[in-house]
Structure formats: structure tokens, C-alpha cells
Nanobody, 116 residues
Framework: QVQLVESGGGLVQAGESLTLSCAAS????????MGWYRQAPGKQREWVATITNGGSTNYANSVKGRFTVSRDSAKNTVYLQMNSVKPEDTAVYYC??????????WGQGTQVTVSS
């Protein structure tokens, strides 16, 4: 299974921007889709965004127009650009790899805290 390491989390003020990174242990082109999820305190983990092997992207309604998922194949890294962040974006953000064989892998998560 692929190993995933997230980074880039931190404390930001509402309206600011933040970029998360997810470094994979092998080529992301061998993975069906890479996704970002988040889990706020006391809530279930929720899907945020996905980028497929073919480069298609999809976003949850709550982040559409503010977040952008992208990738750098040379670095085996997927990014989540977060603009105009809101306090409700506060959560632990996780990277996910959806493999062609049906298996999935998760990173350890990175904390994002947005102050009002």
C-alpha cells in the first residue's frame, strides 16, 4: 500500500489562505484517485475534494469555489489550496489514496485551525 504524509496545516485567520500537501511513497499515476477528507471535533470524517488519475476534480459544496486540489506528478504530491478559509473549515485534514484494486490508504492527518 502507498504511504501518505500530509503537511502544511496550522493556525490561520478567517479569510486567509493555506496550502496542504500530501506526499505519496510512489507514483500517483498508479493510483485511481487521490482525495482530501476532514474531520472536525465531534463530527464524522467528511469528503472534501478528489483528483482522479485522469486529472478530473470534484469538490464538496461547502468548499467549492474556495478550495483547489492539484498535483505535481514529478514530486508524487497532491495539494489542497484553501482560500478564504472560514472557522467551520477547522478540522484535521486527511489525504486518501483510492487504489485500482479497491484498497485505500490514509495519511496521519494535519490540523487546520481557523480563527475568527
Amino acid at each position: 500500500q502507498v504511504q501518505l504524509v500530509e503537511s502544511g496545516g496550522g493556525l490561520v485567520q478567517a479569510g486567509e489562505s493555506l496550502t496542504l500537501s500530501c506526499a505519496a511513497s510512489r507514483s500517483i499515476f498508479s493510483i485511481r484517485a487521490m482525495g482530501w477528507y476532514r474531520q472536525a471535533p465531534g463530527k464524522q470524517r467528511e469528503w472534501v475534494a478528489t483528483i482522479t488519475n485522469g486529472g478530473s476534480t470534484n469538490y464538496a459544496n461547502s468548499v467549492k469555489g474556495r478550495f483547489t486540489v492539484s498535483r505535481d506528478s514529478a514530486k508524487n504530491t497532491v495539494y489542497l489550496q484553501m482560500n478564504s478559509v472560514k472557522p467551520e473549515d477547522t478540522a484535521v485534514y486527511y489525504c486518501n489514496a483510492n487504489e485500482y484494486d479497491g484498497f485505500g490508504s490514509w495519511g496521519q492527518g494535519t490540523q487546520v485551525t481557523v480563527s475568527s
